[in-house]
């Protein structure tokens, strides 16, 4: 491995840990806004339904490591290594310095934003403008779903959220005095009338004590496994995006390095590359995610147990959907609109203090920061 190659191998990882501590809030930020569990605990599940859906990439992540490799490029166009230097770099330094300042951001944004500022860099010699991009493929593979997606979540979370506050009007209210707030987010039964002043309140009678409990623990068996579903789609969604460059760097490799490949399994070269971004990404979901997860999980909206288990399903169910199909949806975007969903629904008004303008300010510029980066970063490898 020539050391051009192991520094764009080193860059990928860095990302993959950048990407780790960014996003795993996406997953579990519920979890710790309605006060179910603690940030450690939640880091720690989100962490194990991560890896488990980057390892699934091997199965179901050929079509987004396709896109990313040369679904947006010109098929004349020659990746080199100043063109995967400079997206790898673009992506990584903009993940990295908001991932440090606490701004939930889109890798996926930050990636394709890389690939076009790139090979923007590598048209100006050739004088072809944008002949490297397929602008087509970009605009209706890349852009639209990653436009669409938050505008999906939003209406899709405001529906579920209404459906599921419909079935639930049994679950008792709170109300002052019943009991503190906080305790009725973990545990709505816990505001539950007696029978008696229920009888002279004219509310229904209280369930029997052990179908409180039943339900109960039915609820927050739910938004746990919402929660890991949540994760597992943006392991499935991320990891094969990563790693895309990293298997890129190695078809740059001289014929004798790969010459211990040809008698491997196809998948094998393609393999390695995902297990590492996974591993190195769940390490970055357990020491660097904390700051992203406190803004998301406190600042954005107030959640209760219903709304906490519908942001995690509308969230899961588009990154799901979107990934086997190779589009690269964004997991920070598509949760950040299911939150907007509840908050619109709730008609939550800003505040002073309100986190949505900084987090909506970060999906516009980073593209065109990564692309920015990417380009200079290119320009300046090729003078030499």
Not at 75 to 100: E, H, K, N, Q, Y
Request: glycine share 8%.
């Amino acid at each position: 491995m020539t050391p051009g190659i192991l520094m764009i191998c080193l860059l990928v990882l860095l990302l993959a840990w950048a990407n780790g501590a960014n996003d795993i809030s996406k997953g579990v930020a519920t979890l710790v806004g309605n006060g179910t569990t603690h940030a450690k605990r939640a880091v720690l599940w989100g962490t194990l339904w991560t890896m488990m859906g980057g390892l699934a990439a091997l199965l179901w992540g050929a079509a987004l490591i396709n896109a990313f490799t040369t679904g947006f490029l010109n098929p004349s166009f020659i990746v080199d290594m100043t063109f995967v230097t400079g997206v790898t770099l673009g992506a990584t330094t903009w993940v990295i310095f908001a991932t440090r300042v606490g701004l939930p951001v889109s890798t996926t944004h930050a990636l394709l934003g890389g690939i076009v500022g790139a090979a923007l860099a590598s048209s100006v010699n050739a004088t072809n403008g944008t002949g490297n991009l397929q602008t087509s493929a970009v605009a209706s593979k890349a852009l639209l779903p990653l436009l669409l997606s938050p505008l999906i979540a939003i209406g899709l979370c405001m529906l579920l959220l209404l459906a599921m506050r419909y079935v639930a009007k049994k679950v008792p209210a709170w109300s002052p005095g019943c009991c503190p707030q906080e305790a009725w987010q973990k545990n709505p039964f816990v505001c539950a009338v007696p029978r008696s002043a229920s009888a002279v309140k004219g509310r229904m009678p209280e369930p029997h004590p052990r179908n409180l409990v039943t339900v109960e623990r039915v609820w927050t068996a739910l938004h746990w496994l919402s929660s890991g579903a949540t994760s597992f789609a943006r392991g499935l969604n991320d990891v094969p995006k990563i790693a895309a460059f990293m298997i890129l760097a190695l078809t740059l490799a001289p014929p004798a390095s790969l010459a211990l490949t040809q008698t491997t399994p196809s998948w094998l070269p393609q393999a390695w590359p995902i297990l590492l971004v996974t591993l190195v990404m769940g390490a970055g979901c357990l020491w660097g995610g904390f700051k992203v997860l406190n803004v998301l999980a406190h600042r954005v909206t107030p959640l209760d147990a219903s709304s906490g288990l519908v942001a995690n399903m509308g969230t899961s169910m588009l990154v799901l959907a979107a990934s086997p199909l190779g589009l690269p949806v964004s997991t920070t975007h598509v949760s950040t609109g299911a939150l907007m969903g509840i908050r619109w629904t709730d008609r939550i008004k800003p505040s002073q203090h309100d986190t949505l303008k900084l987090i909506l300010f970060g999906w516009v510029i980073t593209l065109p920061i990564a692309a920015i980066v990417a380009a200079t970063s290119s320009l300046l490898m090729q003078q030499f």
